[in-house]
């Protein structure tokens, strides 16, 4: 067990629609990174959060949207999705604000299936 | 543009036997260079990582990776593989654009399975 969670851990919906997967990072971790793994992508970085504030970006779709709040949850918010957007979601926390300094730490992932 | 190839992947090798994973990139510096693992149906756990230094760096699980500039490559090895290392295997590429934030680059990963 990472220490890190994430809800839901499936979630099944409909194109054209909008979900928000959450993630709590480890305590005392203060930078969260969103990762999307699909079979034809591969894992793919999408974005890190570090202490509420956005710190890097990768391959994030204009349509995808993510936030860390106060208390250093953070969401990943999905919109107008498409079948495309089928994937695992994961999320993870490390202590720092430089993703190459600090290790990473997974959590099991959010299984996302548009229809 | 940056990029991370992993040229295997699919791997087999029988419990006990020697195994190199390898890893390549592209990018004009040295990047930041990481092996995570990841077992069916779990998340990613970060095996080794090398930032400078030692060009042999070891990790967890008997793992090792050597870093080699000429060849811009960081394979992994292990002496001897277990039925328990069956997994996939990513290669990862921290990497600063001279515009832009920080950037981490996956390669495809490299399924390994292992003989009893």
């Known amino acids: 067990d990472s220490g890190v969670t994430q809800t839901p851990k499936h979630l099944i919906t409909a194109t054209g629609q909008r979900v928000t997967l959450r993630c709590s990072p480890r305590s005392g971790d203060l930078s969260v990174y969103w990762y999307q793994q699909s079979l034809d992508q591969g894992l793919q970085f999408l974005i890190q959060?570090?202490?509420?504030?956005?710190?890097a970006k990768g391959n994030i779709l204009e349509r995808f949207s993510a936030q860390q709040f106060p208390d250093l949850h953070s969401e990943l918010n999905l919109s107008s999705l498409e079948l495309g957007d089928s994937a695992l979601y994961f999320c993870?926390?490390?202590?720092?604000?430089?993703?190459?300094?600090?290790?990473?730490?997974f959590g099991p992932g959010t299984r996302l299936t548009v229809t | 543009a940056q990029s991370v190839t992993q040229p295997d992947i699919h791997i087999t090798v029988s419990e006990g036997a020697s195994l190199e994973l390898r890893c390549n990139y592209s990018y004009g510096a040295t990047p930041y260079l990481f092996w995570y693992v990841q077992s069916p149906g779990q998340g990613l756990q970060l095996l080794l990582k090398y930032f400078s230094g030692d060009t042999l760096v070891q990790g967890i699980k008997g793992f090792e990776a050597e870093f080699k500039r000429s060849q811009s490559s960081f394979n992994l090895r292990k002496p001897s593989v277990h039925w328990s290392d069956a997994a996939e295997y990513f290669c990862?590429?921290?990497?600063?654009?001279?515009?832009?934030?920080?950037?981490?680059?996956f390669g495809t990963g490299t399924r390994l399975k292992v003989l009893a």
């Open positions: 959060y570090y202490n509420g504030e956005e710190r």
């Open positions: 990862a590429v921290g990497v600063l654009p001279t515009s832009g934030t920080y950037k981490y680059i």
């Open positions: 993870a926390s490390s202590v720092g604000d430089h993703p190459g300094s600090y290790e990473q730490y």
